[in-house]
């Protein structure tokens, strides 16, 4: 029988959704890739490991899900759903399962989180474009979602630690 949310647990989500949804919008609003195109910070993710850490997997994922939909129906298109959930749900697996293990923490899960988030979104372009050339754009990506990752992950053990100590 599942059990059915409180009202405490309802108001907690859509905090937490609401949340993401402006850390993303403040990460568009950031010219971040003019140098190099693609290359975000991934703020939203911060949420996400939180949620991860504090309500559990379930809730990490509604939480993720629920944010790259309601973004890309705001402010996106078909394509750039196919590239956000793409990469946030390869993103969210690996983090997953790292979380599970025990044996890293929410800095080691960002980092993971920041890069396999980079070759969801690689492999999902490289599908709908066609191509195989766009793997020589990988290196790239995968050096500035190592550095946003572990930035991330940094933040949100902080907040992790501050709001509910117990969990790392």
Known sequence: MKKRLTGKEIAEY???ISLAMVLSYVEYMIPFSVAVPGVK???ANIVVIFALYRLGTFQAF????LRVLLMSFM???AF???YSLSGA???LCIMLVLRKTGRFSPVGVGAAGGVS???GQILCAMVLLETKRLIY???VLLISGTIAGIVIGVIAGILIKRLDPKQV
């Open 117 to 119: 988030h980079n070759i």
């Open 137 to 139: 754009y990988l290196p």
């Open 75 to 77: 402010f996106g298109n």
């Open 89 to 91: 749900l390869l993103s």
């Open 62 to 65: 509604v939480i993720s899900l």
């Open 41 to 43: 910070l991934g703020l």
């Open 80 to 82: 750039a759903l196919m």
């Open 14 to 16: 859509g905090l937490l």
